[in-house]
């Protein structure tokens, strides 16, 4: 139906849906991350939000359980938009070091937007993590 939200497949008010996991499988983290393998490298960016560290932690699951895996780094940019970016930062090194991955946190040190700021934070991202890969 157009304008509704779709219900979500994995869980509902009365519980878990039949046949469904909330949590991946093997099988199921080798299809999301096994096109990987063949990278030089993996950088991982990870903002310290929900989604961002919820996929660091099951790369980590998949990552960890491959021998042939190519080494992973993980970049936090500090934009330096709110005054909780630093200490955002900082958390996510502190969960990368846990799981044994290398990481960087870049600084954005570019005019910083009056408007629209998430847009500008995520457009500046490639080019940090370029940078922070180069270093």
Same mark, same amino acid.
């Given at each position: 139906?157009?304008?509704?939200?779709p219900r979500n497949p #994995?869980? !509902?008010?009365?519980g878990p /849906?039949?046949g *469904? !996991? !909330?949590?991946p /499988?093997?099988?199921?983290l @080798?299809?999301? *991350?096994?096109?990987?393998l063949?990278?030089?490298g993996?950088?991982?960016? #990870?903002?310290?939000? @929900?989604?961002?560290t919820a996929?660091l *932690?099951? *790369?980590h699951r998949?990552h960890a @359980?491959?021998?042939a895996a190519?080494?992973?780094?993980?970049f /936090?940019?500090?934009h330096?938009?709110?005054a909780?970016a630093? $200490?955002e @930062?900082?958390?996510?090194?502190r969960?990368?070091?846990?799981?044994?991955?290398?990481? $960087?946190t870049?600084l954005?040190?570019?005019?910083?937007?009056v408007?629209?700021l998430?847009?500008?934070?995520?457009?500046?991202?490639?080019a940090?993590?370029?940078?922070?890969?180069?270093a």
């Amino acid at each position: 139906m157009i304008g509704r939200r779709p219900r979500n497949p #994995v869980a !509902s008010a009365d519980g878990p /849906t039949p046949g *469904f !996991s !909330s949590a991946p /499988t093997d099988d199921e983290l @080798a299809r999301l *991350f096994d096109g990987l393998l063949a990278a030089r490298g993996i950088a991982l960016a #990870v903002s310290g939000g @929900a989604d961002s560290t919820a996929l660091l *932690f099951l *790369f980590h699951r998949w990552h960890a @359980a491959r021998e042939a895996a190519p080494p992973a780094y993980v970049f /936090t940019v500090d934009h330096g938009l709110r005054a909780e970016a630093a $200490r955002e @930062a900082a958390a996510v090194g502190r969960i990368a070091e846990r799981l044994g991955l290398p990481h $960087r946190t870049l600084l954005w040190d570019g005019d910083k937007p009056v408007a629209n700021l998430q847009a500008e934070a995520r457009g500046a991202l490639p080019a940090a993590q370029r940078g922070g890969l180069d270093a």
